[in-house]
């Protein structure tokens, strides 16, 4: 079992910035995919950025290309989301997902361990 922990969240002004942080326990993460997805209020969870296991490989939603990155720590079991430039419609709930897999994945369904989430709010 994988727990997940994200952390980071809160309240910003448009075109600033933050970063979420991914804790993970129970295995060492270093041989999964690890991906960042969202949520808003009335929507459906959508896929956000992933990296992949050893190359570090990443991949965005064509919404947050170039204004996110997707970095991780397997030392100290901790993956990242650093969000630059938000927007508004950045705003929902930020959910951390695990995989054992050497796949880039983007569908939801494809991750087995979730963590409970973490709000953001950006205000126009």
């Known amino acids: 079992q994988v727990q997940l922990v994200e952390s980071g969240g809160g309240l910003v002004q448009a075109g600033g910035s933050l970063r979420l942080s991914c804790a993970a326990s129970?295995?060492?993460?270093?041989?999964?995919?690890m991906a960042w997805f969202r949520q808003a209020p009335g929507k459906e969870r959508e896929f956000v950025a992933t990296?992949?296991?050893?190359?570090?490989?990443?991949y965005y939603a064509d919404s947050v290309r170039g204004r996110f990155t997707i970095s991780r720590d397997d030392a100290k079991n901790t993956v990242y989301l650093q969000m630059n430039s938000l927007k508004p419609e950045d705003t929902a709930v930020y959910y951390c997902?695990?995989?054992?897999?050497?796949?880039?994945?983007?569908?939801?369904?494809?991750?087995?361990?979730w963590g409970q989430g973490t709000q953001v709010t950006v205000s126009s």
């Open positions: 129970g295995r060492t993460l270093s041989t999964y995919a």
């Open positions: 997902a695990a995989k054992r897999s050497h796949a880039i994945m983007v569908v939801r369904n494809e991750y087995d361990y």
């Open positions: 990296i992949s296991w050893g190359l570090g490989s990443t």
